[in-house]
Nanobody, 122 residues
Framework: QVQLVESGGGLVQAGGSLTLSCKVS????????IGWYRQGPGNQRELVAR????????EYAHSVKGRFTISRDNANNAVDLQMNSLQLEDTAVYYC???????????????WGQGTQVTVSS
């Protein structure tokens, strides 16, 4: 129904930048929100940033405010996460998620991508 494909992860030095992209596709699904989450070694998955699809309202984790920017690339059906001033603590697997309503049964559903590794080195 919904496919989310992340790209853009990699190895970067502290202070550097990376842009992650989540290519979104699917049918029979009314998208409400696209988000980026991350899970570092030994940590639970946490919200990084998310954007509402109807009004582009954004929400950020406190730890990334002012450094990361989430945006929609409507031409490419993607949601990007621009990450600047990367810190060692940003090392994690980053996952894209899509929240919305299945049009087949009007149930709320969240879909996840496979994740992309971001490693920040000193």
């Amino acid at each position: 129904q919904v496919q989310l494909v992340e790209s853009g992860g990699g190895l970067v030095q502290a202070g550097g930048s990376l842009t992650l992209s989540c290519k979104v596709s699917g049918s029979n699904f009314s998208f409400q929100r696209i988000g980026w989450y991350r899970q570092g070694p030994g940590n639970q998955r946490e919200l990084v940033a998310r954007i509402d699809t109807d009004d582009d309202r954004t929400e950020y984790a406190h730890s990334v405010k002012g450094r990361f920017t989430i945006s929609r690339d409507n031409a490419n059906n993607a949601v990007d996460l621009q990450m600047n001033s990367l810190q060692l603590e940003d090392t994690a697997v980053y996952y894209c998620s899509a929240d919305g309503i299945l049009l087949t049964n009007f149930g709320q559903r969240t879909f996840w991508g496979q994740g992309t590794q971001v490693t920040v080195s000193s």
